[in-house]
Nanobody, 114 residues
Framework: QVQLVESGGGLVQPGGSLRLSCAAS????????MNWYRQAPGKEREFVAV?????GTNYRESVRGRITISRDDAKVNLQMNSLKPEDTAVYYC??????????WGQGTQVTVSS
């Protein structure tokens, strides 16, 4: 079992920055891939960024160059710069274990508005 707790969401003006963190606990040695997803009101949940245990990363095209994912043992971070109103969503941390079991955090709200 893996437990995930996100933090760092909030209200920010367009062009501003936020840093989200997700702390994992439990069977952290079983974690292979760590992801961030987001879900805007009335829309489906969508992939934002991924980082593997070896440090490989990939991003949704619309956030590439503005958002950086990083990983520190049992924590995954999402540094978000140059935020836009369309980045407003609930952001979810997700991990995939070597046994291909997926775990989700409870989500943290990010609102980009003037």
């Amino acid at each position: 079992q893996v437990q995930l707790v996100e933090s760092g969401g909030g209200l920010v003006q367009p062009g501003g920055s936020l840093r989200l963190s997700c702390a994992a606990s439990g069977s952290i040695s079983s974690i292979n891939v760590m992801n961030w997803y987001r879900q805007a009101p009335g829309k489906e949940r969508e992939f934002v960024a991924v980082i593997t245990r070896s440090g490989g990363t990939n991003y949704r095209e619309s956030v590439r160059g503005r958002i950086t994912i990083s990983r520190d043992d049992a924590k995954v971070n999402l540094q978000m710069n140059s935020l836009k109103p369309e980045d407003t969503a609930v952001y979810y941390c997700n991990v995939l274990t070597y046994q291909t079991i997926s775990y989700w955090g409870q989500g943290t709200q990010v609102t980009v508005s003037s």
